[in-house]
């Protein structure tokens, strides 16, 4: 069946007993066994639980892969991926250098106490993953695109390659295009992570990470540390995102068509110095994200004329909500220098042109002249 369909189905009809058209919430810690040595295929909820399990067979069946885990966040998720990694041998991570924030978090201050080193790379640049490669000792590529704030875009398929040969694993965060846009085993991953708090489950009433595994062997190997660690989600989470994911579709054509909109508008607007949308021709992620995906998602940078404009900015918008986070239905606006990239090194968000100016929309499905009207009226009033 097709990605549409899929999604449609999700969950559909998964209790034989009822036939209950919508996935039951087992809101149940331990399963009954029948007898010794016997089980229902559900012993303790932290291993399984029915209703995560039909969430974590939908998610695997929308990548294509061979089997996914839920995690309560997607931290929990990259973290699972960092865990990996074994003791003692290869311990270079390659990461996108300008990733969500939580990520240089979880690697600098968790990942390198286990061992871990980290290599910021410019992951745009495929020379230069390549050249991280050679040097040697690369466990896992772990590739954002595009990336965050920035937008730039890795070709994949590329890194895929290079990675696996050099004997590394290739883990692509696929938070921002999901499945709908983007499917990166098509392109050669190994992993593909999600932050399903997002556009997954879309509507900004959840918390969830999930890691999609391409063969069954990594499935297996994610699965055990998802059970060892425990960072599992609850039912009624795994139940909210199942119900959000069958709209996934339309509420993702819907927000990068407002995307387009406001991206044109605001490139055009005589206060924004910068606008970045790869969907924008002319943005430089354009022509390689075109190649591998089927459209650009919902998220819009923007650098205003002055610094000061921001705080009036935020304080003004009415259709927009100055909150962190992204991908749900309702737009958001972030100002990422102090809400989410705070821990990049100050030299490298310097380089990357992540300053004081730089603004961060997450497009929602509401009207797009209301979200064009909203950004001219905060930017003509802003000092
Ligand atoms: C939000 C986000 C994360 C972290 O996910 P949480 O669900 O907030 O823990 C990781 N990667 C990307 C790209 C994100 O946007």
Redesign the pocket.
């Known amino acids: 069946m097709r990605i549409a369909t899929l999604l449609a189905r999700a969950g559909c009809g998964t209790d034989a007993k009822t036939g209950a058209i919508s996935t039951p919430i087992y809101q149940s810690a331990t399963f009954c066994h029948p007898g010794l040595g016997e089980s229902t295929g559900f012993d303790y909820a932290r291993t399984g639980n029915p209703t995560r399990a039909v969430l974590e067979k939908t998610l695997a069946e929308l990548d294509g892969g061979a089997r996914a885990s839920a995690f309560s966040?997607?931290?929990?998720a990259?973290d699972a991926v960092f865990r990996l990694i074994p003791d003692g041998g290869r311990n270079r991570v390659v990461l996108t250098e300008d990733p969500?924030g939580?990520?240089v978090r979880l690697m600098d201050r968790f990942g390198c106490r286990a061992g871990l080193v980290p290599v910021y790379a410019d992951t745009s640049d495929s020379g230069a993953v390549e050249r991280e490669l050679e040097r040697g000792g690369v466990a896992l590529v772990m590739v954002?695109i595009p990336s965050?704030p920035l937008l730039r875009v890795a070709d994949i398929a590329r890194l895929a390659e290079a990675a696996r040969a050099a004997g590394a694993l290739l883990a692509v965060?696929n938070?921002?295009l999901t499945p709908w846009l983007f499917r990166p085993f098509e392109h050669g991953a190994d992993l593909v992570l999600y932050?399903?708090?997002?556009y997954l489950a879309g509507h900004n009433d959840v918390?969830?990470?999930a890691v999609v595994s391409r063969t069954r062997e990594m499935g297996d190997r994610v699965a055990y540390v998802q059970n060892a660690a425990g960072a599992v989600p609850g039912p009624m989470d795994c139940w909210l995102t199942l119900r959000g994911v069958k709209t996934l579709g339309i509420r993702m054509d819907r927000q990068q068509a407002n995307a387009l909109r406001v991206a044109e508008f605001l490139s055009r607007h005589r206060r924004v110095t910068r606008t970045r949308y790869p969907g924008l021709p002319g943005d430089p992620g354009y022509e390689r994200l075109r190649r591998q995906a089927s459209g650009s998602g919902a998220i819009v940078s923007f650098e205003v004329e002055r610094s000061e404009m921001v705080p009036d900015i935020l304080a003004n918008v009415r259709a927009f909500a100055f909150a962190e986070?992204?991908g749900g239905v309702e737009s958001l606006i972030t100002y990422p220098l102090v809400q989410t990239h705070a821990d990049l090194a100050p030299e490298l968000r310097e380089r990357l042109g992540l300053n004081d100016r730089l603004l961060r929309l997450s497009i929602g499905i509401e009207d797009a002249e209301d979200l064009v009207e909203d950004l001219d009226r905060t930017l003509r009033m802003a000092m």
């Open positions: 966040s997607g931290m929990a990259i969500y939580g990520t954002e965050n965060d938070t921002f932050s399903v708090t997002k918390l969830a990470g986070s992204l």
